[in-house]
């Protein structure tokens, strides 16, 4: 069953839907996965709608949302802040406590790309948050910009654009906007998989945002809990490089799995490998134990 919700954010409407499994029972309480997003995409994306339906028929309940500044919620369109989205997830995860279905002590976060990324770091720094899976993720917003822009040709354009944007913002107080596409590369084979109304233009701020981003520094953080990093061993969008990153710097329990035969879009693919691998570490360290 999906259900609509609402819940605040820093003064905020965030839109979000519930996913109670069939068979939860009236006064049963169950594990609950928080789904993030990717880069200016939302709830209703490929990958979210996917993530979520297979955790369901897993028997979680699950919340997936748009943040703030995306979709159906509230917050400047397109304004979108690393931090801002770490704020986001923490205040989900206040939601959820007042969720009857839900075990407070058992919520985890799974996120895609910019989620993946987001992922790490709201568990680091909320211990109210029992487990964590990044899905092509990132960890170094500096590193992986260097490598999505990998000629020094590009490289000096992209950060000579936000240079601009700083410039535009002190001179104008208005936001210098920037095309989606020179700020994350995403190949045009690819781009269908984003969901049909995601952002095509970001503020100058945003990209800065995510150069400053830097899960790396935070994500031994998690553990005693459970991580879990996905990524394509060949991801054309996020750097493989930055599975690697997370890893080494995480505590253990950590588990990686760099799987060939799939990109970016992972779960979007329908490869039954990254569900098996998915459901075998959550039976192994995250089970769906009800209680009540």
């Given at each position: 069953?999906q259900?609509q919700?609402?819940?605040?954010s820093d003064?905020?409407?965030?839109?979000?839907?519930?996913?109670?499994?069939?068979?939860?029972?009236p006064?049963?309480?169950?594990?609950?996965?928080i789904?993030l997003?990717g880069?200016?995409?939302?709830k209703?994306?490929?990958?979210?709608r996917?993530?979520?339906?297979v955790?369901?028929?897993?028997?979680?309940?699950?919340?997936?949302f748009?943040?703030?500044?995306c979709?159906?919620?509230?917050?400047?369109?397109?304004?979108?802040l690393c931090?801002?989205?770490v704020?986001?997830?923490?205040n989900?995860?206040?939601f959820?406590?007042?969720?009857?279905?839900?075990?407070?002590?058992r919520?985890?976060?799974?996120?895609?790309?910019?989620?993946?990324?987001?992922?790490p770091?709201?568990t680091?720094?909320?211990?109210?948050?029992?487990?964590c899976?990044s899905?092509?993720?990132?960890?170094?917003?500096?590193?992986?910009f260097?490598e999505?822009h990998?000629?020094l040709e590009?490289?000096?354009?992209?950060?000579?654009?936000?240079?601009?944007?700083?410039?535009?913002r002190q001179?104008?107080?208005?936001?210098?906007?920037?095309?989606?596409f020179?700020?994350?590369?995403i190949?045009?084979?690819?781009?269908?998989?984003?969901?049909?109304?995601?952002?095509?233009?970001?503020?100058?701020?945003t990209?800065?945002?995510?150069?400053?981003?830097?899960?790396?520094?935070?994500?031994?953080?998690?553990?005693p809990?459970?991580?879990?990093?996905l990524h394509p061993?060949d991801?054309?969008v996020t750097?493989?490089?930055q599975?690697l990153?997370l890893f080494?710097?995480?505590?253990?329990?950590?588990?990686?799995?760099?799987?060939?035969?799939?990109?970016?879009?992972?779960?979007a693919d329908?490869n039954?490998?990254?569900?098996r691998?998915l459901?075998?570490?959550?039976?192994r360290?995250?089970p769906?134990?009800?209680?009540?």
């Amino acid at each position: 069953m999906q259900t609509q919700v609402t819940f605040q954010s820093d003064g905020l409407d965030l839109a979000g839907i519930l996913h109670l499994p069939d068979e939860l029972r009236p006064t049963e309480r169950r594990p609950c996965f928080i789904v993030l997003h990717g880069f200016g995409t939302n709830k209703n994306g490929t990958t979210p709608r996917k993530v979520s339906e297979v955790l369901e028929e897993m028997g979680y309940v699950v919340l997936r949302f748009d943040a703030r500044g995306c979709g159906e919620s509230g917050g400047e369109p397109a304004f979108i802040l690393c931090q801002d989205q770490v704020r986001d997830t923490q205040n989900a995860v206040t939601f959820l406590h007042s969720v009857e279905q839900v075990n407070p002590s058992r919520i985890g976060v799974i996120g895609h790309s910019f989620g993946g990324a987001v992922a790490p770091y709201a568990t680091a720094t909320d211990e109210r948050i029992a487990a964590c899976v990044s899905v092509a993720g990132w960890g170094d917003g500096v590193a992986k910009f260097r490598e999505q822009h990998p000629t020094l040709e590009q490289w000096q354009n992209f950060l000579a654009k936000l240079e601009q944007g700083r410039h535009y913002r002190q001179e104008t107080d208005q936001a210098l906007m920037i095309p989606r596409f020179d700020i994350v590369p995403i190949p045009q084979s690819m781009r269908h998989l984003l969901a049909h109304d995601s952002i095509m233009e970001f503020p100058a701020e945003t990209a800065m945002s995510m150069m400053d981003f830097h899960a790396n520094d935070v994500v031994g953080l998690i553990s005693p809990r459970p991580y879990l990093i996905l990524h394509p061993a060949d991801d054309t969008v996020t750097p493989t490089s930055q599975a690697l990153g997370l890893f080494t710097n995480a505590k253990q329990p950590c588990d990686m799995h760099l799987v060939s035969g799939t990109d970016h879009f992972m779960f979007a693919d329908d490869n039954g490998l990254v569900r098996r691998i998915l459901e075998d570490w959550l039976d192994r360290h995250f089970p769906v134990s009800p209680i009540g």
